[in-house]
C-alpha cells in the first residue's frame, strides 16, 4: 500500500505538468450548439474555428495570425492565405506571423489544396484556373502580311 501511495505521489506532478503543457489544447463542445457562437456581422471574412462549429472572423493579408487557440477570434488566415510564422513569440509566449498569399499552385484553407490547372495559375479561394490572355500564344496561320513598296523602291511588310 505504501508503494501504491508512493507511486501515485510521485506520478501525479508529471501527470499535472503535461497537462499544463497543453499549450494550444481545443475543447471542444460536444456536440456542436451554434447557438453559443459569436456574432461574425462586423468580420469582412470569416473561417471554420478550431473545432468546426463555429465561425469566427478571419485575418487577412498582411494581418497577424498566431497558431489557433479554441474561442479565439481573428486568429486564423483566411481562405487563399497562409500564416507565415516568425521565429520569436510575442509577449505572451504565442507564436505569431502575417498573413501571405498562398504560393503559386497551392490554393485554399493555408494552401493546402493543390491547382491542377493546365497553367499551373489558379485562383487562390477557389482552386479555378485563371486564363491570361496575354500570356497565351496562338498556334494557329501568322497573320496576313502584305507586300508594300515604297516610293523609292524599297520592299515593307505590313500587316
Known amino acids: 500500500m505504501k508503494g501504491f501511495l508512493f507511486l501515485t505521489l510521485l506520478l501525479m506532478p508529471a501527470h499535472a505538468g503535461t497537462a ?14 451554434s447557438n453559443a ?16 462549429c463555429c465561425r469566427v472572423c478571419a485575418a487577412a493579408l498582411g494581418e497577424t495570425c498566431y497558431r ?17 510564422f516568425y521565429t520569436e513569440e510575442d509577449d505572451f509566449g504565442d507564436e505569431f506571423g502575417i498573413c501571405k498569399e498562398c504560393p503559386y499552385g497551392t490554393y485554399g484553407m ?8 493546365p497553367s499551373g495559375i489558379c485562383d487562390r479561394v ?4 485563371l486564363k491570361f490572355p496575354f500570356f497565351q500564344l496562338s498556334a494557329s496561320k ?11 523602291g524599297k520592299t515593307l511588310w505590313g500587316s
Request: proline residues 7%.
Open 110 to 117: 493555408e494552401c493546402r489544396k493543390t491547382c491542377n490547372c
Open 142 to 152: 501568322p497573320p496576313n502580311r502584305r507586300k508594300i513598296v515604297s516610293h523609292t
Open 37 to 52: 457562437c459569436k456574432s461574425t456581422l462586423r468580420c469582412k471574412r470569416t473561417v471554420l474555428d478550431d473545432c468546426g
Open 68 to 84: 489557433t487557440v479554441s474561442g479565439m477570434d481573428g486568429v486564423k488566415c483566411g481562405p487563399g492565405l497562409k500564416c507565415q
Open 126 to 129: 477557389t482552386g479555378k484556373c
Open 20 to 33: 499544463w503543457s497543453a499549450k494550444y489544447a481545443v475543447d471542444c463542445p460536444e456536440p456542436c450548439d
